[in-house]
């Protein structure tokens, strides 16, 4: 039977083809750049990643060496054994690195690609990173992630456990990029702010925040950020109490906990809620309700009169 002949084609390889490799970014965005290089010039190509990243995509075990006629290798430094094993098996094809960091010009990694396109190498000038150049990006929603697993004080009613398995599972499959929050405060420790205004900061730039804690959605609605709140006390604690004192209804109970009721509040919170929640700062700036400290003085005064 006569089979119809395949057109050879390219392969894009990169770290993020190995299967103990890791994809950044930088190098995925790297990729969409000469993506689009090749598309534009009319040419064939495929994609070798790495199982861990893409478990559902073309794997390098995968792949039939006489397939591809061509190798281009794009962005990361160019040493070590699985590059060297890449110009072994695709000893037949031409390869191209691009992108790339030379480190040693004498490498084998580096000596067994027919023409390396570096962006950095001794005695030469660099060039500017693929990613620099690649495809603009639409923009994704940019969620802070507070949440607490402490709070023993509620004993039996605790569902904290259950409440950040789940939200943490379900924000997993948002389009989104998630930044994880503490408010615990920490002048030691880099990685958490050491003030509250350098946290302020930080809900200020933010699109929205998920939160199981009473401060988490507090200080949120104080810099005019949405918050989609989530009560883990079975039965509704603190946090119940707060979204009903500030008027905030993006309140998901621990017991009514589950994709479709986060999805509601979420797409609420990222349109309806940005108004909303700029409507609770003005009014938590202007003093419109009542918090303990206005009832302050007088208790102090009874407390010295009625002794």
């Known amino acids: 039977m006569h089979r119809e002949r395949q057109e050879p084609r390219i392969l894009l390889t990169g770290w993020f083809s190995f299967p103990d ?4 970014a930088g190098d995925v965005l ?8 090749l598309r534009h010039a009319g040419l064939a190509y495929d994609i070798a990643w790495s199982p861990g990243f893409r478990p559902g995509g073309l794997h390098l075990d995968d792949c039939r060496p006489g397939r591809y006629d061509q190798l281009v290798f794009v962005c990361g430094p160019l040493h070590g054994p699985q590059i060297e094993e890449l110009h072994r098996r695709f000893a037949h094809c031409l390869r191209i690195a ?35 150049r690649a495809p603009a990006l639409p923009a994704r929603p940019v969620a802070g992630v507070v949440l607490t697993h402490g709070q023993h004080e509620y004993g039996s009613a605790r569902r904290h456990g259950l409440v950040a398995r789940e939200v943490t599972d379900w924000l997993h499959g948002k389009d989104c990029a998630r930044l994880e929050l503490e408010t ?17 900061s930080v809900l200020d730039r933010l699109d929205l ?15 005019g950020t949405p918050a989609l709140a989530v ?3 079975e039965g509704g604690a603190k946090v119940t109490a707060q979204a009903r004192a500030c008027g905030w209804p993006a309140l998901v109970p621990a017991e009514r906990l589950g994709a479709a009721e986060l999805d509601r509040w979420w797409d609420w919170c990222l349109t309806s809620g940005r108004v909303a929640a700029r409507r609770v700062r003005d009014e938590f700036a202007e003093g419109a309700g ?3 400290a206005d009832a302050l003085p007088a208790a102090l005064q ?6």
């Open 209 to 223: 925040v998920v939160t199981d804690r009473l401060h988490g959605m507090v200080l949120a609605l104080r810099a």
């Open 184 to 200: 615990r405060l920490d002048v030691h420790d880099w990685r958490l702010c050491a003030t509250p205004a350098q946290l302020q």
């Open 302 to 307: 009874q407390g010295r009169t009625g002794r």
């Open 231 to 233: 009560d883990p006390v």
């Open 98 to 132: 691009v992108g790339t960091s030379v480190i040693d010009p004498d490498s084998p990694a580096v000596t067994g690609f027919h023409r390396v396109l570096a962006r950095d190498a001794p005695a030469a000038g660099p060039a500017w990173d693929l990613a620099a």
């Open 21 to 24: 490799g890791e994809a950044t």
């Open 30 to 37: 790297a990729l969409n750049r000469v993506e689009e290089t």
């Open 290 to 292: 009542r918090d303990g």
